[in-house]
């Protein structure tokens, strides 16, 4: 079954205290994404990549890190959380190959709250 | 810069009535289409999508869309509401840019909630 995978679901730390949030994909896509959902603003895009050792910042970096060492992991690291990194994470993974119209296959989301 | 609009933040619908969520995207060109839907608690499913041809596409969960390109619109409808419907909406565009691959551009969403 295809899926995209993020652990933990539900993410409870205090500022200052670096984390990092897990994604797995079974697809061997190419690109995968991460994005933070934020009451009224949707779903904005953090960090994305085209393919192992390739990233590159979204619309909304700042604070966060990434990394592709292998195909099918991206995490997403909070090196020194802040309140406003509280939201809800989603991690997304399509193949890089077409036009854009490529479907996007979503984790369940993270929830973190940063105290 | 691409942006997409969905004017309702939140709707109210009667069980067994009609629904329709707008949704307006600005871009230069005719761009891919999507909507999502995310029950509570849960991720993101995708319920149809537009790339291009016929401009009326038919989903999952008897949701269909509408591609209007005169008015950049692609709303949402479903003819009879179910008390399962009740979720937040997203209406997304995809682009290719040729640096950073593929992106979708999501709308702010719109909570919808059924009346029994």
């Known amino acids: 079954e295809a899926q995209v995978t993020q652990n933990p679901r539900y993410l409870i730390t205090v500022t200052g205290k670096k984390l990092t949030v897990t994604c797995s994909q079974n697809m061997n896509h190419e690109y995968m994404s991460w994005y933070r959902q934020d009451p009224g603003l949707g779903l904005r895009q953090i960090y994305y990549s085209m393919n192992v050792e390739v990233t590159d910042k979204g619309d909304v970096p700042e604070g966060y890190k990434v990394s592709r060492k292998e195909k099918r992991n991206f995490p997403l690291i909070l090196e020194s959380p802040s309140p406003n990194q509280t939201s809800l994470y989603f991690c997304a993974s399509t193949s890089s190959a077409g036009t854009g119209g490529n479907i996007q296959y979503f984790g369940a989301g993270t929830r973190l709250s940063v105290l | 810069a691409q942006s997409v609009t969905q004017p309702d933040i939140h709707i109210t619908v009667s069980e067994g009535a009609s629904l329709e969520l707008r949704c307006n995207y600005s871009y230069g060109a005719t761009p891919y289409l999507f909507w999502y839907v995310q029950s509570p608690g849960q991720g993101l499913q995708l319920l149809l999508k537009y790339f291009s041809g016929d401009t009326l596409v038919q989903g999952i969960k008897g949701f269909e869309a509408e591609f209007k390109r005169s008015q950049s619109s692609f709303n949402l409808r479903k003819p009879s509401v179910h008390w399962s419907d009740a979720a937040e909406y997203f209406c997304?565009?995809?682009?290719?840019?040729?640096?950073?691959?593929?992106?979708?551009?999501f709308g702010g969403g719109t909570r919808v909630l059924v009346k029994p």
């Open positions: 997304a565009v995809g682009l290719m840019i040729k640096a950073a691959g593929n992106k979708l551009t």
